[in-house]
């Protein structure tokens, strides 16, 4: 696992398959960015996960994000911790042929 990792902004993560957990954080500042309150973002952009112990942001888990535009996250800014931590808090053996880092 790196942990001198740039994202080059490439959109691969985006397209991995599987559900985008939310954290409080992770809603309040999507919402504010979004300029919704926390219970609009809820209702608008997100689902309940498959475990039904937290919430996910909405779409086909095995679709891209619904936040990949253009190939780019329309939130980067405000973008859940799940994504910051790709790929260095994730154990995803073979990230190096998913994602393109920025050079240093």
């Keep these: 696992m790196t942990t001198n990792f740039h994202c080059g902004r490439c959109g691969e993560c985006c397209r991995i ?26 209702q608008q952009y997100t689902d309940l996960s498959r475990d039904r112990r937290d919430l996910v942001i909405k779409g086909d888990p095995a679709s891209p994000c619904l936040f990949l535009i253009d190939n780019d996250c329309a939130v980067y800014a405000a973008r859940p911790e799940q994504c910051s931590g790709y790929p260095v808090k994730w154990n995803n053996p073979g990230w190096e042929r998913i994602c393109r880092p920025k050079p240093e």
């Design 17 to 42: 398959p599987g559900q985008i957990h939310l954290t409080d954080a992770d809603i309040a500042r999507l919402a504010a960015l979004l300029k919704l309150t926390e219970h609009e973002f809820i």
